[in-house]
C-alpha cells in the first residue's frame, strides 16, 4: 500500500507531530472529500505500508522526524514545491532564501533520489510572461542542481474557487515555456517531466509522468510493485493507487492557485481542528459517522527486485 502525505493539505509543514503519532499508533481515520460523515480506516504498519510520498512547499518542520520514520521502517520520497512566486502569490511561505536552504539541507540528509522538486503551478499572464519562467527557472537550477535529479511541470488550472485570479494557460504559452525549461533543465542535468497534463511536450523532451510514479518507487524500496494506475485522479493522472491521510481545508498556506483550499476562513477553522493525538487530521470523530476499512495490503511483488 502507498501512502500519500497529502494531495489534500502540507502535512511535513503543519502536521508532523500527528503524522508520528499516526504511525505510533498504527493508524489514522481519513475522511471522505465528499461526504465528512464517512471515514476510512487506514492501518499504517511497516509491513504492509510500501511507501509514503510527501508533498510539501515547506518541511522544514519535518527535517527532524524524516529519520525517525525512516527507522520505524517506513521508506519515503518527498515532493518538494519550490517557485519563484513572491508573497503576492504565495502569501504564507517562509523567504525563498530559507526554503531553498530548506531543499538542500533535505537532499543532503536523505539523498537526491528522494527528492523531487515541483516547479508548480506555472503561471501565464501580464507578470510571467515564458522569457521570466525561463530567467527564474534557471537561477533555481544553478542552485539546486546538484540536490535535484528530477523536476515535475504543471501549468495553473481555472478553478473555480481560483478563476478569478488566473486563466488557463493557451497551448502556444504552454509550448513557448517548454521550450525555455528545456534548455535550462537540458544544461543542468535535471529530468523534467509533466503531471496531469494533456498537451504532448515529448519535442522539448518533456514526457508525461507520475507524482506517485510506480518506477521510481520501486528504485527508492528495491522490490516490485504489483500496483494500477489510480482510477480516482484526474483524466490524464498517471499515479499508482494510493491512500491519502490528509483533508481539504486544512493548508493555512495562502497560495492564491490552491484547489484545496476554498478560502483562508475554512483553512483557520480546520486548522483550528487540528489535534495533534487525534486519530484523524481534523480532530477526534463524533461518533455518528460510518468507518470503513480502507487498508490495502503490501503490493510488493514475491520475487527478489534488486536495482544497481
Not at 517562509?94 to 503551478?121: C, H, M, N, S
Request: hydrophobic share 40%.
Amino acid at each position: 500500500m502507498i501512502i500519500t502525505a497529502s494531495r489534500r493539505t502540507d502535512i511535513p509543514a503543519f502536521y508532523s507531530a500527528w503524522f508520528l503519532n499516526r504511525l505510533k499508533d498504527g493508524y489514522a481515520l481519513a475522511p471522505n472529500p465528499r461526504n465528512s460523515q464517512q471515514l476510512g480506516r487506514v492501518e499504517l504498519s511497516p509491513r504492509i505500508v510500501d511507501c509514503i510520498v510527501f508533498w510539501s512547499k515547506n518541511p522544514a518542520p519535518m527535517l527532524d522526524r524524516f529519520r525517525e520514520i525512516e527507522n520505524l521502517g517506513y521508506p519515503f520520497i518527498v515532493h518538494f514545491t519550490l517557485t519563484p512566486y513572491g508573497n503576492e502569490i504565495e502569501s504564507g511561505l517562509p523567504p525563498k532564501k530559507i526554503i531553498l536552504k530548506t531543499f538542500i539541507e533535505l537532499a543532503g540528509r536523505i539523498g537526491p533520489q528522494r527528492v523531487i522538486w515541483r516547479y508548480d503551478p506555472i503561471i501565464v499572464d501580464g507578470r510571467f510572461s515564458a522569457m521570466w519562467h525561463a530567467e527564474q527557472f534557471a537561477a533555481l537550477c544553478e542552485i539546486l542542481h546538484p540536490y535535484a535529479h528530477r523536476c515535475v511541470v504543471s501549468f495553473v488550472d481555472p478553478y473555480k474557487s481560483i478563476a478569478k485570479f488566473f486563466r488557463g494557460v493557451t497551448h502556444e504559452e504552454m509550448r513557448s515555456v517548454a521550450a525555455g525549461l528545456s534548455r535550462v533543465a537540458d544544461e543542468y542535468g535535471i529530468a523534467l517531466s509533466t503531471c496531469a497534463e494533456k498537451i504532448d511536450l515529448d519535442e522539448f523532451g518533456i514526457g508525461r509522468g507520475a507524482c506517485v510514479d510506480k518506477k521510481h518507487i520501486e528504485q527508492v524500496i528495491g522490490s516490485r510493485l504489483d500496483v494500477k494506475t489510480d482510477a480516482n485522479q484526474r483524466e490524464m493522472c498517471l499515479c499508482a493507487e494510493a491512500v491519502d491521510l490528509g483533508a481539504y481545508d486544512t493548508c493555512p498556506h495562502g497560495c492564491m492557485y490552491c484547489y484545496a483550499v476554498s478560502s483562508p476562513e475554512t483553512a483557520a477553522h480546520g486548522l483550528a481542528a487540528h489535534r495533534p493525538s487525534a486519530p484523524m487530521l481534523t480532530g477526534y470523530p463524533t461518533g455518528a459517522e460510518i468507518v470503513t476499512d480502507r487498508t490495502k495490503g503490501s503490493r510488493k511483488a514475491t520475487e527478489l527486485c534488486l536495482y544497481i
